[in-house]
């Protein structure tokens, strides 16, 4: 499973970083981590990914403010996020996909299988 951690309440403008820690199995080179998120009432979306080999993939909106990384070492993967916008504001999931390419997907959150609870990030004045 998955668990995922380090949301909050946080104001306009701040930061936070998001951790999806794999348990019960290793995060090896034959996987894509993503992060999606789902506000009330919408479909999940897809932020990022990060690949096998270290590739990155971002959706428009987060461009230049969130950077995923991982620390295979760790089983760990992070979402760094800053300058925070209320829009920003939902439920935040880690899924894997099994995948060997340079390169990750993030438009089809169908494609990813998601193991954890998810973590709120809240983003208000």
């Known amino acids: 499973q998955f668990v995922e951690s380090g949301g909050g309440l946080v104001q306009p403008g701040g930061s936070l970083r998001l951790s999806c820690t794999a348990s019960?199995?290793?995060?090896?080179?034959?996987?894509?981590i993503g992060w999606f998120r789902q506000a009330p009432e919408k479909e999940r979306e897809g932020v990022s990914c990060?690949?096998?080999?270290?590739?990155?993939n971002y959706v428009d909106s987060v461009k230049g403010r969130f950077t995923v990384s991982r620390d295979d070492a760790k089983n760990t993967v992070y979402l760094q996020m800053n300058s925070l916008k209320p829009e920003d504001t939902a439920v935040y999931y880690c899924?894997?996909?099994?995948?060997?390419?340079?390169?990750?997907?993030?438009?089809?959150?169908?494609?990813?299988?998601?193991w954890g609870q998810g973590t709120q990030v809240t983003v208000s004045s």
């Open positions: 899924g894997i996909k099994y995948w060997r390419e340079s390169w990750c997907p993030i438009k089809d959150s169908s494609e990813y299988l998601f």
């Open positions: 019960g199995f290793t995060l090896d080179h034959h996987y894509a």
């Open positions: 990060i690949s096998n080999s270290g590739g990155t």
